[in-house]
């Protein structure tokens, strides 16, 4: 009964209309491109406070432990003994103290830049009996911002 009119001009208009232009599609990876540099520098920024303040931490927490162990055996471990003193009691002790049963850390952690935190005594760069630090990001001593040493006298 009714005849369907066949449009080719409109089929036409439709394909024209149809998908994203070069520039369009350019514009919007550029945006994504300035979007995602954005982001990034914010999480990179963020990683490197996480990984300072993390070192501080562990100092803190290192340091505690030695003060621990000081009270107990009535000395600081020598720089031989080192860190793994507040794990394993020390075969080599002279002190006349009583070392705590189970150790005073479980692990002696790394720093978050996955390195040894260093010990070194008779301390020079605290004023202390000894020196704790975290080379920091570089791992050479010195350094500024997230390159800074981060130590027990910070």
Same mark, same amino acid.
């Given at each position: 009964?009714?005849?369907?009119?066949?449009? #080719?001009?409109?089929?036409?208009?439709?394909?024209?209309?149809?998908?994203?232009?070069?520039?369009?599609?350019?514009?919007?990876?550029?945006?994504?491109?300035?979007?995602?540099?954005?982001?990034?520098?914010?999480?990179?920024?963020?990683?490197?406070?996480?990984?300072? +303040?993390?070192?501080?931490?562990?100092?803190?927490?290192?340091?505690?432990?030695?003060?621990?162990?000081?009270?107990?055996?009535?000395?600081?471990?020598?720089?031989? +003994?080192?860190?793994?003193?507040?794990?394993? +009691?020390?075969?080599?002790?002279?002190?006349?103290?009583?070392?705590?049963?189970?150790?005073?850390?479980?692990?002696?952690?790394?720093? #978050?830049?996955?390195? #040894?935190?260093?010990?070194?005594? #008779?301390?020079?760069?605290?004023?202390?009996?000894?020196?704790?630090?975290?080379?920091?990001?570089?791992?050479?001593?010195?350094?500024?911002?997230?390159?800074?040493?981060?130590?027990?006298?910070?």
């Amino acid at each position: 009964m009714f005849a369907r009119k066949h449009r #080719p001009a409109q089929k036409k208009l439709r394909s024209k209309q149809a998908g994203f232009t070069l520039t369009e599609i350019m514009v919007v990876v550029f945006i994504i491109g300035l979007l995602s540099r954005v982001v990034l520098v914010n999480v990179l920024g963020a990683r490197t406070s996480a990984q300072v +303040q993390a070192a501080r931490a562990n100092v803190t927490a290192l340091t505690n432990a030695l003060e621990q162990y000081s009270l107990d055996m009535y000395d600081y471990p020598t720089e031989q +003994q080192g860190l793994d003193a507040l794990v394993d +009691q020390p075969t080599d002790t002279t002190a006349a103290g009583s070392y705590r049963r189970g150790g005073y850390i479980n692990s002696v952690p790394l720093d #978050p830049w996955g390195r #040894p935190f260093v010990y070194e005594r #008779p301390g020079e760069k605290s004023g202390k009996a000894y020196d704790l630090y975290s080379l920091g990001a570089d791992g050479q001593e010195g350094g500024e911002e997230e390159n800074a040493d981060i130590g027990n006298w910070s």
